[in-house]
């Protein structure tokens, strides 16, 4: 498109200019023809899809009967003995967010069904001592939740609000009778490797990123030129985020490192720095999680050291990168 369209369209939908030709220069060269169907996904909000992940603590029996009724199907087969269930269709049908209500634990959570990706990655077994270091809202906490009952789940947030969120979230979908797994706390992420130094079985370290979607449509452009620089030091904040989650795991111990990205220099590029200046952390495979979801998700073929979602036309998933890392010694 000419800078003429992009200008017509920004005042449409309120668009951030600078975003969208910084990803126009970046992500079409990295991704080549997929880029195209990914921004049109993008700019076009109506179009996402939404998962609606049932809480088991609710016993939403009703619920799952009427998005079954609506066409709604579960992204994780019956056969895969998994407990966390996630209804997804191929339109962007509305459902609405539950309100709070007193004495009632909410029956579902909205959420980015490719955001369950890292969760399944992390395969959280009964009795694991997991620590979920950047963890507001809660999604994937509650994720984790919803497919196992681990031994510890610490949840930990820095920013002070965020932090607030977290803990209403998790007091609207678990029970009280599991508050002596739940730990939450209020840190810098970055200490948990001298704090807690192999503390844990599982981390799962879902980063602070550029957040395409929400960034995007950020509106003004000077909002886009503070994106372009805060964007710059992301690297180096998650580089220090994943030593720290690599420190606080045991020996054999796993991370699982995910933003929701398409930038190679937030995603294959910290976890190829990471191996190559740590001899002890080993890449794990992806194939097989990949291969379940091809029918869901669509993934780049072209992106090493992890998989990356990228939004298409009808599966609008996405972005989300995912990596697992296996600590030796
Ligand atoms: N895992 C969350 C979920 O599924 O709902 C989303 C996490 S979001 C991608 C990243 C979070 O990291 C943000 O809430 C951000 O405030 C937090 N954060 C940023 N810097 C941090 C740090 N140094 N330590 C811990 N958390 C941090």
Redesign the pocket.
């Given at each position: 498109p000419t800078y003429d369209s992009i200008h017509e369209l920004s005042e449409f939908i309120q668009v951030c200019v600078p975003v969208l030709e910084h990803f126009d220069t970046h992500y079409g060269e990295q991704l080549g023809q997929r880029w195209t169907a990914a921004r049109e996904v993008l700019l076009h909000p109506r179009s996402w899809q939404h998962g609606v992940m049932l809480n088991r603590f609710a016993a939403p029996q009703d619920v799952r009967e009427q998005l079954l009724l609506q066409g709604f199907s579960n992204l994780l087969p019956r056969s895969s003995g998994s407990s966390l269930q996630c209804f997804v269709h191929r339109s962007p049908v509305h459902v609405p967010s539950q309100r709070h209500q007193a004495g009632q634990l909410k029956q579902y959570y909205l959420?980015n069904a490719a955001?369950l990706l890292p969760v399944l990655a992390l395969d959280v077994r009964e009795g694991d001592r997991v620590l979920?270091?950047?963890?507001?809202?809660?999604?994937?906490?509650l994720a984790i939740l919803q497919s196992a009952t681990p031994g510890v789940l610490h949840c930990?947030?820095?920013?002070a609000h965020?932090h607030e969120w977290l803990v209403k979230t998790l007091e609207s979908f678990v029970p009280q009778t599991l508050s002596d797994v739940l730990k939450v706390s209020n840190?810098?992420?970055?200490l948990f490797g001298k704090i807690e130094a192999g503390a844990y079985d599982k981390v799962?370290l879902?980063?602070?990123?550029s957040?395409d979607r929400s960034w995007l449509f950020s509106g003004r452009p000077q909002h886009g030129a503070l994106w372009l620089r805060e964007r710059a030091k992301l690297p180096e904040?998650q580089k220090d985020?994943l030593r720290s989650a690599l420190e606080a795991v045991v020996p054999g111990g796993l991370v699982v490192y995910s933003?929701?990205t398409l930038s190679r220099a937030e995603n294959s590029e910290v976890v190829q720095d990471i191996l190559s200046s740590c001899p002890n952390i080993e890449l794990q495979e992806l194939n097989e999680l990949a291969l379940s979801f091809a029918h869901h998700f669509t993934f780049d073929p072209n992106t090493p050291f992890g998989l990356l979602v990228v939004p298409d036309y009808g599966r609008t998933w996405g972005p989300m990168f995912v990596s697992k890392l296996k600590k030796l010694c």
């Open positions: 959420l955001s979920d270091l950047c963890s507001a809202p809660g999604g994937k906490a930990n947030e820095l920013d965020r840190l810098d992420g970055r799962l879902d980063a602070p990123c957040n904040l985020l933003t929701c």
